[in-house]
């Protein structure tokens, strides 16, 4: 962020006065930091495309009067730390999924190495988020959505991850046929058909529905997931899901009937059941 955005909008010299002005979306957000953002990525924008910041401000704030998010109008958003690029093709990573995160690197030893695979990468905040924090890691990051694809791919880049970080296009498992891995994790889509009528319109108007829509239970995913889980885990490997509400009973039940055991289910900071981790039996152990 420019120094001079520190002390206010006011201060910044190279601004004409009528681009400075945030006081709309101070007043649209109720807090200052968003028009924070929104100044400092016009006046980049403006650098790299030549377009006035005032012109992209307006932009941006025709954009938020239509409800799109601001994370879609800003073009990028934090995930650990991290700088992810997110566009109308891929969800917006959520602060639920870091934790996620979390869960699956507590079991990850920082001296050793893994093959992870991410399905449904979307754009690639998992894989990329694990690779860096992991960094005797590989990482392979599926997506079927062509769009979202290239958004992982353009993001691995940027993150200077290319080295650990393979992006795959396809369904689930069909690009790592004959793989297996030490850790599988995944935040599959898990809205139910009801459920997604029912979602807030800011997601569903905006958010690619493939990446939220999982037929009629919400289960379809994490049923093919599981299903497959058997041939693509490692002995002793584990598989971690980030789930909806009311949905890590029926996840759990599927690993288990996928022969995984020691399932685990994690709170998000909220207190929510929203993770649930298994494990595959080491070579000669029956699962328990
Ligand atoms: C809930 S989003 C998660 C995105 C990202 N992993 C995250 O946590 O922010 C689910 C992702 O799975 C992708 N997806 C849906 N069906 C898929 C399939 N059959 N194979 C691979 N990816 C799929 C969607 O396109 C979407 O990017």
């Known amino acids: 962020m420019p120094s001079c955005l520190m002390s206010g909008p006011g201060c910044c010299s190279a601004m004409p006065r009528?681009?400075?002005?945030?006081?709309?979306?101070?007043?649209?957000?109720?807090?200052?930091?968003?028009?924070?953002?929104?100044?400092?990525r016009a006046t980049q924008r403006s650098a790299e495309t030549g377009s006035s910041p005032g012109e992209l401000l307006a932009d941006f704030r025709s954009r938020l009067?239509?409800?799109?998010?601001?994370?879609y109008v800003l073009g990028s958003w934090s995930f650990r730390g991290r700088e992810i690029v997110v566009d109308r093709s891929v969800l917006i990573p959520r602060p639920e999924t870091e934790m996620l995160v979390e869960v699956v690197l507590e079991?990850?030893?920082?001296?050793?190495?893994?093959?992870?695979?991410?399905?449904?990468?979307?754009?690639?905040?998992?894989?990329?988020?694990?690779?860096?924090?992991?960094?005797?890691?590989?990482?392979?990051?599926?997506?079927?959505?062509?769009?979202?694809?290239?958004?992982?791919?353009?993001n691995v880049g940027a993150n200077r991850l290319s080295r650990q970080i393979e992006v795959r296009l396809?369904?689930?498992?069909?690009?790592?046929?004959?793989?297996?891995?030490?850790?599988?994790?995944?935040?599959?889509?898990?809205?139910?058909?009801?459920?997604?009528?029912?979602?807030?319109?800011?997601?569903?108007d905006f958010e690619p529905q493939e990446a939220l829509l999982a037929g009629s239970t919400?289960?379809?995913a994490y049923e093919t997931i599981a299903s497959n889980l058997g041939d693509h885990l490692n002995p002793g490997g584990f598989a971690a899901f980030e789930v909806g509400d009311g949905q890590p009973d029926a996840v759990a039940e599927l690993l288990r009937k996928a022969?995984?055991?020691?399932?685990?289910?994690?709170?998000?900071?909220a207190g929510r059941?929203?993770?649930?981790?298994?494990s595959a039996p080491f070579a000669g152990v029956p699962a328990s």
């Open 18 to 40: 009528s681009d400075a002005g945030t006081g709309w979306f101070d007043r649209f957000f109720g807090s200052r930091q968003p028009a924070r953002w929104l100044l400092e």
């Open 65 to 71: 009067e239509a409800g799109e998010p601001l994370q």
């Open 107 to 154: 079991r990850l030893d920082r001296k050793k190495e893994y093959r992870i695979l991410d399905l449904g990468t979307g754009s690639g905040a998992i894989a990329i988020a694990l690779a860096a924090e992991r960094c005797k890691a590989t990482v392979v990051a599926i997506e079927a959505s062509e769009p979202a694809f290239r958004i992982a791919l353009q």
């Open 170 to 204: 396809g369904s689930w498992f069909t690009p790592v046929a004959g793989e297996r891995f030490d850790c599988i994790c995944s935040n599959p889509p898990y809205i139910s058909t009801a459920d997604y009528w029912r979602l807030d319109s800011i997601v569903r």
């Open 218 to 220: 919400g289960l379809e």
């Open 259 to 269: 022969g995984l055991s020691e399932i685990e289910v994690r709170l998000d900071l």
């Open 273 to 278: 059941e929203r993770f649930v981790i298994a």
